[in-house]
């Protein structure tokens, strides 16, 4: 935590920069739960919710790596302040229709503007920082900001709600994108990449069909991207499973739901700013496979206490536990997605990074909804509990293949020095 206030003291770009990210993310955190309400009320089924969290997805399911080549190929800082835009039209448009149908296709053009945001914004974080040693905080710190949105926003929504309805949080969530684009838009940041001097310029699919084949050519990145995405497969089943195992298996409120969650995002957060020190490329690696193992630790041992432990402790031991539980498993999330994010800032080309974000944004996408299509299914065959330890043993079969997968690529004696492909892309201008 320290390197990060550290950034945010000395580099005034930075500041501004996070600012705007942070107040977004608040609006995002409450207008997440304005949109299920509206969502619901518009369409009184659980399947309005399903719909609207899918429709959201989509984009950066099918099209990840064209949004990843636009911000390679444009300025980053424009396709940010774009980004912003849309979802200003978008959120605005959710609150001015009442069709369910219009809904759903608003929910698609917010999730196209998160899908180009994202990518746009972690390559051009070596921009927004003066001294390169500061990145890493960076990077901490924008997992940290986008997570703490979700923490914090419900309760502001719960604030808003107790005196106007869910229409007037929508605004207020355009509003923050709206704020966003007017500060970014004047800072000093993500300027296009440079390109080799006479090199072709292919069409704006053509670079997303180079940045996946050049994905695919780096073996390490692509292991640590499959295995990312095997991450939120498992997150995404827990995520399904967590109200059923709060309420049904704990036997706990809503409120102690709440609180779980709470915790699970306190260990996120802190898994993020473990990331904010940075390392050598081996020490980035180790520490994601800690992620990993951490995550799938937690997962486990949420599902083991369910299955092990209720009936066995007084109920507050019990819910100690899983306490505990996690938190240790928002930790291991953290960890995945700060560290992820500093190798690829360490191993791919400044010219490729962006599509490399938008395929391993693309990559999650689709495991998030695979396992929410699938959780519900599973949930009618077994329990929550048992879901969310299957879902820990996944976790840890994707550490152990990860591991040895990795285990000759980024060694510390090669630490300082980029693999021979991405050598050959960064002479070609990939």
């Given at each position: 935590m320290r390197e990060s206030l550290g950034l945010l003291r000395h580099e005034r770009r930075a500041r501004l920069f996070f600012l705007a990210l942070a107040q977004s993310a608040l609006g995002t955190g409450a207008g997440y739960i304005a949109l299920l309400l509206i969502a619901y009320e518009r369409f009184e089924s659980p399947w309005a919710i399903s719909l609207v969290l899918i429709a959201d997805l989509i984009p950066p399911m099918v099209l990840g790596p064209v949004f990843g080549a636009a911000a390679d190929r444009w300025s980053r800082k424009r396709c940010a302040v774009v980004a912003d835009i849309v979802r200003v039209v978008a959120f605005g448009g959710i609150a001015l229709v009442d069709s369910y149908v219009a809904t759903i296709a608003f929910a698609l053009l917010a999730g196209t503007g998160t899908g180009l945001f994202r990518p746009s914004t972690l390559a051009a974080l070596p921009s927004v920082v003066d001294d390169p040693h500061r990145l890493p905080a960076a990077t901490s710190l924008y997992g940290v900001v986008a997570d703490l949105g979700f923490i914090a926003g419900p309760a502001v929504a719960a604030a808003v709600l107790a005196v106007g309805g869910p229409e007037t949080l929508i605004w207020a969530n355009a509003a923050t994108f709206a704020l966003s684009a007017l500060v970014l838009a004047p800072l000093r940041f993500g300027e296009a990449p440079g390109r080799s001097a006479g090199a072709a310029r292919a069409s704006l699919l053509g670079e997303a069909r180079d940045g996946l084949r050049a994905t695919a050519g780096m073996r390490a990145i692509r292991i640590v991207v499959l295995a990312s995405a095997a991450a939120w497969f498992g997150t995404g089943l827990f995520n399904i499973a967590e109200l059923f195992f709060a309420t049904e298996d704990l036997g706990t409120s809503h409120t102690g739901f709440g609180v779980l969650v709470t915790c699970f995002g306190i260990g996120f957060?802190?898994?993020?700013?473990?990331?904010?020190?940075?390392?050598?490329?081996?020490?980035?690696?180790?520490?994601?496979?800690?992620?990993?193992?951490?995550?799938?630790?937690?997962?486990?041992?949420?599902?083991?206490?369910?299955?092990?432990?209720?009936?066995?402790?007084?109920?507050?031991?019990?819910?100690?536990?899983?306490?505990?539980?996690?938190?240790?498993?928002?930790?291991?999330?953290?960890?995945?997605?700060?560290?992820?994010?500093?190798?690829?800032?360490?191993?791919?080309?400044?010219?490729?990074?962006?599509?490399?974000?938008?395929?391993?944004?693309?990559?999650?996408?689709?495991?998030?909804?695979?396992?929410?299509?699938?959780?519900?299914?599973?949930?009618?065959?077994?329990?929550?509990?048992?879901?969310?330890?299957?879902?820990?043993?996944?976790?840890?079969?994707?550490?152990?293949?990860?591991?040895?997968?990795?285990?000759?690529?980024?060694?510390?004696?090669?630490?300082?020095?980029?693999?021979?492909?991405?050598?050959?892309?960064?002479?070609?201008?990939?």
């Open positions: 957060i802190t898994g993020s700013f473990a990331g904010a020190k940075g390392g050598p490329a081996h020490v980035l690696k180790r520490r994601y496979l800690g992620g990993l193992l951490f995550l799938a630790l937690g997962l486990l041992a949420t599902g083991l206490t369910g299955i092990l432990v209720v009936g066995a402790l007084p109920a507050g031991v019990v819910f100690a536990i899983a306490l505990a539980t996690f938190a240790v498993g928002g930790f291991g999330n953290g960890l995945v997605l700060v560290y992820e994010r500093l190798l690829i800032q360490e191993a791919v080309p400044d010219g490729l990074r962006a599509r490399v974000f938008g395929i391993s944004h693309s990559m999650g996408s689709w495991a998030f909804a695979v396992a929410f299509l699938i959780a519900g299914a599973l949930l009618e065959v077994v329990e929550a509990r048992e879901l969310i330890a299957i879902a820990g043993g996944l976790g840890l079969v994707s550490f152990a293949v990860s591991t040895f997968a990795l285990r000759k690529e980024w060694p510390e004696s090669d630490d300082g020095a980029a693999s021979p492909e991405v050598r050959g892309m960064a002479r070609a201008g990939a």
